[in-house]
């Protein structure tokens, strides 16, 4: 009986023996540490190839980073898989590994390649400077530089100009040829330190303008009170130019040189009518015109403010109503043949006041000359 369970013990250890020693000996799926990575520069000369981590044999799935480092009088390209296809052109790329790669990093000798200078020119000079990135001036073909206005002191940026165009503070250009950029700027408009006030009374002896501040020189934005005193025999009327109003006070705000007009217009005493008798005998069309001294728009006609009178020969009597006291210019025209008379009417009734105009000398149709009669 115990010799039975020995030799049972015996064959299921040399069983679980077998078994163990199997498993053991199988090979798994993918190699640990079995995937080589070639790197080549290309030419030689041009420069070398880092991997990190280091080694150039990695296990499945390991990321490498890979970076170009030119040599002195190479620039890096672009780097090629084992087929000769072109898979970036950073400097520094990365692969991970589920396989053999092989990668290569082609460099070009600076020799070779075209360069462009960019000329950058302020407008005006003194108006600002201009950076470049990257810096330098002189660049290889296709190289894309960025351009910065800088504006001095008291000036802004306009514009571009030349070989780029736009109002924004930066630009770019490619470099595919020699290149010229022009940076205006500009001084900013500066508003001028003071303003003019200038006030005219109309009519000049219809009365006075005071401002307040005075002076008549002024800093832009201030306000400035102006007061109309009429003179006697007048009253202030209204404002005109750069101020309105009928108040005898106004303000205006100097935003610029400004005029203003103070009217006035007389106090009227006392109205009436105006007969002028025409002592005619060569039978001339005259017309007459009696018109205030400094307002030569107004005429006073038969029964208004305006109009021209003619009379003949057949009709010597002009006659003006709603005429106050002042002084006139009494203007005969004689066949085109003008005189001009002053004329003061001192005193206006209420009824009629007769004048008398009388041809003294002169031939008919030429020179005349006429004499006014007052009652």
């Given amino acids: 009986m115990n010799k039975k369970i020995i030799t049972i013990l015996a064959i299921f250890s040399c069983s679980l023996l077998f078994v163990l020693c199997s498993k053991h000996s199988s090979n798994p799926t993918g190699p640990t540490g079995g995937y080589t990575l070639t ?12 991997l990190s981590p280091t080694g150039g044999t990695y296990d499945s799935g390991t990321v490498v980073t890979v970076t170009a480092v030119p040599s002195t009088g190479y620039i890096f390209s672009n780097w090629t898989n084992g087929s000769g ?18 990668i290569t990093a082609n460099f070009l000798s600076s020799a070779s390649l075209t360069t462009y200078t960019l000329t950058v020119t302020s407008n005006p000079s003194a108006g600002g400077t201009v950076t470049l990135s990257p810096a330098g001036g002189t660049y290889d073909s296709g190289t894309v530089v960025t351009l910065t206005e800088v504006p001095s002191s008291g000036y802004i940026f306009s514009s571009w100009g030349w070989n780029a165009s736009g109002t924004g503070t930066t630009t770019q250009v490619t470099m ?31 009365g006075t303008v005071t401002l307040s501040p005075a002076g008549g020189t002024y800093t832009p934005g201030t306000v400035v009170t102006l007061t109309a005193t009429p003179s006697s025999g007048y009253n202030f009327s209204n404002w005109s130019e750069n101020a309105s109003g009928t108040n005898a006070t106004t303000q205006i705000t100097m935003t610029g040189n400004m ?55 057949l ?31 001192a005193t206006i009734a209420a009824g009629t006041n007769i004048i008398t105009l009388t041809r003294t000398s002169g031939t008919c149709g030429g020179t005349e000359n006429w004499n006014l009669s007052y009652p």
């Fill in 39 to 50: 790197a080549t520069a290309y030419p030689s000369a041009g420069g070398k190839v880092s």
């Fill in 85 to 102: 296809s072109v898979t970036g052109t950073n400097a520094t790329t990365q692969i991970i590994m589920t396989g053999n790669e092989s």
């Fill in 259 to 313: 005029n203003v007009m103070a009217n006035f217009s007389a106090v009227v005493t006392s109205v009436g009518t105006v007969v002028f008798n025409l002592t005619n005998p060569c039978a001339d069309v005259v017309t007459i015109m009696l018109i205030p001294q400094g307002e030569s728009d107004t005429v006073y006609g038969y029964t208004a403010f305006n109009g021209t009178n003619a009379y003949t020969s």
């Fill in 176 to 206: 595919t040829a020699n290149l010229s950029v022009e940076a205006n700027f500009s001084a900013p408009s500066v508003p001028p330190t003071c303003y003019m006030l200038t006030v005219t009374p109309n009519p000049s002896a219809g």
């Fill in 315 to 345: 009709s010597n009597v002009a006659i003006f109503k709603n005429v106050i006291t002042g002084i006139y210019d009494l203007s005969i025209d004689i066949n085109s043949n003008v005189n001009v008379f002053p004329v003061e009417v």
